[in-house]
């Protein structure tokens, strides 16, 4: 069988030889090319599996390789200067494979190259063919067909089989793990593991251990051995939804193992290389959390290599009653009931609702109407699905307590409740305030709502995952 053929493209003759001797060691046939000429002539008569390429030739920018490539070109691993990290993402933009920083570690370099070579050998994912009467509207997971939707497709589809960092920002409920779902389907890393971990529902102390893995008796409580989420997904997709709510000396051990590709089990001495491609969303502005010290600048430009935004529902058009149509056939189906159908006036109301809580408000919302109609036709006419402390006429009057009558301030920022407000309210009504108001007094921040109420991130997610349930 012959060795694996990599090409590398490196002006600096020292760090070529170095880099040669450790692939020649591994198993690989090397090729080295010190200008732009000599690499194009390598890349004419030979057939690499990949190529390490310096952007900085004598003769020219390695980014013109990239710019030529086809579907017989190798993958190209960039390798850069720390000084060059926009031009590796820029590359990666144009479709290079991975990116390395100058000194590059012994290990990474044979993980990446093994990673870029295996990919070459890998068919390309062929496209998921829906029947003909299902195929409009519809991708990956997907309804939709307004133009900001098309976007978003065409970019999956640009970057599926790329190992550059993906960071998915939108409002919450539009769509962020379908997103990250939808890259890993496209993928070649299909067949492998998709994990998704949610960094605001999982209390600090544990978040490191469910992301990197421990040993046993690593700390109280750890009875036996983890692998952790990363080593999990192992070959496949690492999803890191609500980045932003990551503790920053957790955020420094994320960008560590993003630069090595290593991870170190909390309680091991030992560090285990691991190949995933990372997805990460957040539902909050990230440049604004860098700005404000909450978010690591450096871990940002690491995350965000291909951005994606998901544009909020109520900016989708048409594709709000082909999601409506969608989810009534879905729950008539999980209820047995024969297929609903909304009336005129209702769909002209949906159509022009702001929908605060997008797609997942949507289904709610509906799940709500047919469970509780006799009728296959549905009318419903209170579409007011938000929160207490986040409805913008919350802040006008008083909203009446569901139970006792009792009139209580909708804004707990500014007006605690009495004594003689309370009296008749059942704790969990007294709960839902106090979270509504701690959310509101931070700006939405669970963690920094949950650190005030002094609990933790994850309760206050469950309970408002409660509230929206029909």
């Keep these: 069988m012959s060795k694996p053929a990599v090409l590398i493209i490196e002006d600096s003759a020292s760090l070529a030889l170095g880099y040669a001797a450790q692939l020649e060691e591994a198993g690989y046939e090397v090729t080295l090319a010190a200008t732009l000429a000599e690499a194009e002539d390598a890349l ?3 057939r690499f599996a990949a190529t390490l390429l310096d952007l900085q030739l004598p003769d020219g920018d390695g980014l013109s390789l990239l710019e030529k490539r086809n ?8 390798i850069t200067a720390d000084g060059s990290l926009s031009r590796a993402i820029a590359a990666m933009r144009l479709g290079a494979f991975d990116f390395l920083v100058k000194p590059v570690a012994g290990t990474r370099l044979l993980a990446t190259v093994r990673s870029a070579a295996d990919q070459a050998d890998t068919p390309a994912a062929p496209a998921k063919k829906l029947p003909a009467a299902q195929e409009p509207g519809r991708f990956h997971g997907f309804i939709g067909q307004s133009p900001g939707m098309q976007g978003v497709f065409r970019t999956i589809e640009q970057v599926a089989d790329s190992r550059a960092a993906v960071f998915v920002t939108g409002e919450s409920g539009t769509g962020k793990e379908v997103t990250a779902e939808a890259l890993h389907s496209a993928s070649r890393r299909r067949d492998r593991a998709f994990v998704a971990i949610n960094c605001g529902a999982i ?3 544990l978040l490191e251990s469910e992301l990197f893995g421990h040993v046993k008796g690593a700390f109280t409580g750890a009875v036996e051995n983890r692998i952790g989420a990363a080593k999990a997904a192992d070959g496949g997709t690492l999803f890191l ?5 990551m503790e920053l000396k957790l955020q420094v051990k994320l960008l560590r193992f993003i630069q090595t590709g290593m991870i170190q089990r909390v309680g091991s001495a030992k560090a285990e290389p691991v190949d995933v491609r990372i997805v990460c969303a957040t539902n909050r502005d990230p440049v604004r959390e860098v700005a404000e010290g909450r978010f690591r600048e450096d871990l940002y430009y690491r995350l965000n290599v291909i951005p994606i935004h998901l544009p909020p529902l109520r900016e989708r058009g048409d594709d709000i009653l082909m ?5 009534l056939r879905r729950i008539a189906e999980e209820e047995r009931r024969s297929p609903f159908d909304l009336d005129s006036t209702t769909r002209a109301a949906i159509l022009t609702h702001p929908w605060p809580g997008n797609v997942r408000e949507l ?4 799940r709500r109407a047919a469970i ?3 009728d296959s036709t549905l009318e419903i006419h209170d579409l007011a699905t938000r929160p207490l402390a986040s409805r913008p006429d919350a802040l006008a009057e008083p909203s009446p307590s569901p139970a006792a009558g009792v009139a209580v301030p909708a804004n707990p920022v500014s007006a605690p409740l009495s004594e003689t407000q309370l ?3 059942t704790l969990a009504q007294i709960e839902r305030i106090a979270i509504e108001g701690a959310l509101a007094r931070h700006g939405g921040n669970v963690t920094r709502a949950a650190k005030e109420l002094e609990v933790n991130p994850s309760t206050i997610y469950r309970k408002m995952e409660r509230w929206q349930q029909p």
């Design 44 to 46: 004419a008569t030979t």
């Design 71 to 78: 579907a017989t070109s190798p993958a190209f691993v960039v």
């Design 203 to 205: 209390p600090e102390n």
């Design 241 to 245: 939804d609500e980045i932003c709510e």
């Design 323 to 327: 999601l409506a149509d969608h989810f």
């Design 363 to 366: 289904q709610n919302v509906l």
């Design 372 to 374: 509780t109609s006799s």
């Design 423 to 425: 009296a008749g309210m």
